[in-house]
């Protein structure tokens, strides 16, 4: 928590993700894939959707690349410094 209060100035998100954002989670994503299914269902539209599990992709990050992208946005060396050494 402490970490996302210091980081949260310089950290943006799309405003379509549901994860990591206050008041927003699961029941908001699944609410809102409903109710496009059901938009376009009730207009005689077919719906397509493709799903990306990605959870364990942070294994795979090149992890020096990662660093420096939080430092040119602004995070805090402090901050970067104690996730690389996490």
């Keep these: 928590m402490v970490l996302l209060a ?31 299914i059901k938009y376009f269902n009730e207009r005689g539209s077919s719906v397509f959707l493709a799903s990306l599990d990605i959870t364990k992709a942070f294994d795979h990050v ?5 660093f420096k992208s939080l430092l040119s946005i ?5 901050v970067v410094d104690v996730l690389s050494n996490w």
């Design 62 to 66: 090149h992890h020096c690349k990662m």
């Design 6 to 36: 210091v980081c949260e100035p310089v950290l943006e998100s799309d405003s379509l993700q549901f994860s990591f954002k206050r008041n927003v989670g699961c029941n908001d994503a699944i609410f809102s894939l409903k109710s496009v």
């Design 74 to 78: 602004g995070v805090p060396l402090i």
